[in-house]
């Protein structure tokens, strides 16, 4: 049973429009999501997280929005450019008053970014 | 500052043999994280540490699989005896989980380049 999906398996953008992925997860518990970034031949490095007591959080390109009700997070990135072709995972946590860290991951969104 | 660190970085081996991962975590990290990544399952967690102890192991698929951190600096996952369907890209991660940290930094995961294995 898949906690967190991500039903888009690829995506390609233009090179200086704006990439949108998106997540979904069915656990209510989760209170913590994280965007992770992957490029081939090496491990997941974090990108941006989100408190569910937000519903934005901005970085740079980067800005991850966060609907509780829908159970839904989406990433989105503007402009995007190449050098963001890569797999985006997104993850959340349900780690209540620092109990416990333990992320569930979604299956991957493959971005390509055409020049 | 070393990131997480792991070898080998490619393995291959015949079904039957045993298979040893190994892992380095974050100087000063506490929880300690393996993961397989498939193609249809995406990161899987297979198991986790806090302080050296296993925490959680719901994901090892079978008691082919075992995973240790006999310290803070070092741990294995082993395999045996490896099968075909075993064939993946192995992952550790490390974080630092501290109860009076911001939640940010306990959640935030830093990975290795991970190892794949081809098991024949």
């Known amino acids: 049973d898949q906690q967190v999906k991500q039903n888009s398996p690829s995506l390609s953008v233009q090179e200086g429009r704006i990439s949108i992925l998106n997540c979904d997860y069915t656990?209510?518990?989760?209170?913590?999501f994280l965007w992770y970034k992957k490029y081939p031949a090496e491990g997941p490095t974090f990108l941006i997280s989100i408190s569910s007591i937000k519903d934005k959080n901005e970085d740079g390109r980067f800005t991850v929005f966060l609907n509780k009700s829908a159970k839904h997070l989406s990433l989105h990135i503007v402009p995007s450019q190449p050098g963001d072709s890569a797999v985006y995972f997104c993850?959340?946590?349900?780690?209540?008053?620092?109990?416990?860290?333990?992320?569930?991951f979604g299956t991957g969104t493959l971005l390509a970014v055409q020049p | 500052d070393a990131g997480v660190i792991q070898s080998p970085r490619h393995e291959v081996t015949e079904m039957g043999q045993e298979v040893t991962l190994r892992c380095k975590p974050i100087?000063?990290?506490?929880?300690l994280f393996w993961y397989r990544q498939t193609m249809m399952r995406g990161l899987e967690l297979l198991i986790y540490?806090?302080?050296?102890?296993?925490?959680?192991d719901s994901g090892m698929p079978e008691d082919r699989f075992s995973a240790k951190m006999p310290n803070a600096s070092f741990s294995t996952l082993k395999i045996q005896p490896s099968e075909p369907r075993d064939s993946a890209v192995y992952f550790c991660a490390s974080s630092l989980l501290s109860l009076a940290g911001p939640r940010g930094a306990q959640d935030t995961q830093y990975f290795g380049p991970g190892t794949r294995l081809t098991v024949l």
């Open positions: 540490f806090n302080n050296n102890v296993p925490i959680d």
């Open positions: 656990n209510s518990m989760f209170d913590y």
């Open positions: 993850a959340a946590s349900a780690g209540k008053g620092g109990a416990t860290n333990k992320l569930i």
């Open positions: 100087s000063g990290h506490n929880s």
